[in-house]
C-alpha cells in the first residue's frame, strides 16, 4: 500500500477497504513509478483511470465486482479521474484534494531527485494555520492560512510572502498539492531560506450580490480584498516587517495574473514578486491591462523589484501565450528573471518553482 503523510490530502489515511464491506480496494504507486488501481465497481460494464487532454486507461474485470490495473501516469502529482461507464465517480479509497472547482482524486509519484525537498523527517516543522477575517470588499467572511516557521518567535516581527492558488482551487492548494510548507521546512533547516510568513488566500472569493462572472470576479475582486482587508488583517494579527522590502506576493496561473495586477499596479507595497505558469497579462477578455504601463518605465521598475521571477513549464498548454509575453518584454525596457521546467500546467512545476524561488527572497 503506498505511504503518505496526511498533510497531503483533504482527507485521506492510506488504506485497503475491508474486503467483507468495501472489498480490497485502493492504489500502489510501484516502484517503476507506475501505479497499481483495484477499484470496486459491481456491475460495471467499463472501469477506467482517466486525466486530462485525452488520457484514458482502462482497468480489467477481475472478479464480478473488482477492477484492476497498473498505469503508467508519469511522475509528480497526477489528478485523475475514475470513469465508472462513462460516469467521472469520486472515489474515497484514492486521495482527495480540491482542484477544478470540486474536490479531485489524485496520485502523487514520486519524482527521483526531488523527495527530498519535502521529506518529513529530519528537520523541524513549522504550523499552518487557518483564520476567518472580516472583508469590507465582499461583506462576509474570508478565509486564509498562515504558514509560520518552526522556530517562531510572536517576539521576532518576519517579511511575509502572500501566495496565491489558480483557477478552481482555493487557500489550501499550497498546502495539500503544493507541499508548501514541507517545503519551506526543508530550505529552512538547510539555511537556504530566510524565515518568513506565508499568507495563502482564497482567491476564488466573490462577493454576496452574486453578480458576474465568477473568473473576473477571481481576477479583479480579490486584488481588492488583498489590499484592502487581507495584508491588515495580518499585519494587526502577526508580528511582520511592513515596508516593501519585506513583503512579496507570487501566485500560480491565475494567482500570477492577480500578483501581476496587484504589484505592477502597486509597485511601493511588494518588493519581490513570482509568476508561476504565469500571466503578465489576463488570460480572460475584458479585463483591464492598465498595470502593464509600469512595464514603460525602466528606471522605476528597476527601482521597485528586486526580483520579478517568471517560470512555467515547457508543456505547458499555455506557453504559447507565455512565449507571447517574452515578446512583449522585448519590447520594453525592464529585466526579469525567466525559468523554465519541465512539465506541464501542473502541481509537479509549481513546486518546482516555489523551491526555486523561496531562497530568493528578502536577501540584501
Known amino acids: 500500500m503506498s505511504k503518505q503523510p496526511l498533510d497531503c490530502a483533504i482527507s485521506f489515511d492510506p488504506y485497503f477497504g475491508e474486503p467483507d464491506r468495501d472489498g480490497d480496494q485502493g492504489f500502489e504507486v510501484l516502484d517503476d513509478g507506475r501505479v497499481k488501481f483495484r477499484i470496486k465497481a459491481p456491475n460495471a460494464k467499463e472501469v477506467a483511470i482517466d486525466m486530462f487532454f485525452g488520457f484514458h486507461a482502462p482497468l480489467s474485470r477481475v472478479s464480478d465486482t473488482m477492477w484492476e490495473g497498473i498505469v503508467d501516469l508519469g511522475r509528480g502529482f497526477k489528478y485523475i479521474f475514475v470513469m465508472i461507464d462513462g460516469a467521472d465517480v469520486l472515489c474515497p479509497y484514492l486521495p482527495i ?18 523527495a527530498e525537498w519535502d521529506d518529513l523527517e529530519g528537520v523541524a516543522h513549522g504550523a499552518v494555520t487557518r483564520h476567518l477575517y472580516p472583508s469590507t470588499v465582499t461583506g462576509k467572511h474570508e478565509v486564509c492560512l498562515v504558514y509560520t516557521p518552526a522556530n ?33 521546512d526543508r530550505l529552512i533547516a538547510n539555511g537556504r531560506m530566510a524565515e518568513m510568513l506565508v499568507v495563502m488566500g482564497n ?24 489590499l484592502e482587508d487581507l495584508i491588515p488583517f495580518i499585519e494587526n494579527r502577526y508580528p511582520v516587517l511592513t515596508d516593501k522590502w519585506h513583503r512579496a506576493m507570487a501566485g500560480l496561473s491565475m494567482g500570477s495574473f492577480q500578483t501581476s495586477l496587484v504589484t505592477l499596479t502597486h ?39 528586486r526580483v520579478f521571477y517568471r517560470a512555467m513549464g515547457t508543456e505547458d498548454q499555455f506557453f504559447d501565450r ?43
Not at 322 to 336: G, Y
Open 267 to 305: 509597485p511601493e507595497l511588494f518588493g519581490w514578486v513570482g509568476l508561476f505558469s504565469g500571466f503578465l497579462r489576463s488570460p480572460w477578455p475584458g479585463v483591464s491591462q492598465e498595470h502593464l504601463k509600469l512595464l514603460d518605465d525602466g528606471e522605476k521598475f528597476r527601482e521597485s523589484f
Open 152 to 184: 517562531y518567535d510572536p517576539n521576532k516581527k518576519y517579511p511575509v510572502l502572500y501566495l496565491q492558488h489558480g483557477y478552481g482551487e482555493n487557500e489550501i492548494g499550497w498546502v495539500y498539492q503544493g507541499h508548501l510548507a514541507r517545503i519551506a
Open 203 to 226: 482567491g476564488m472569493a466573490q462577493r454576496n450580490d452574486g453578480e458576474g462572472d465568477a473568473k473576473v470576479h477571481a481576477a479583479e475582486l480579490f486584488p481588492r480584498i488583498l
Open 97 to 114: 484534494g480540491y482542484g477544478c472547482c470540486r474536490p479531485m482524486n489524485y496520485v502523487d509519484i514520486p519524482v527521483p531527485g526531488e
Open 322 to 364: 507565455f512565449l507571447e509575453e517574452d515578446e512583449l518584454l522585448k519590447t520594453k525596457p525592464v529585466e526579469m528573471t525567466r525559468r523554465t521546467f519541465p512539465g506541464t500546467h501542473d502541481w509537479t512545476v509549481w513546486r518546482r518553482c516555489i523551491h526555486d524561488f523561496l531562497p530568493m527572497l528578502f536577501k540584501d
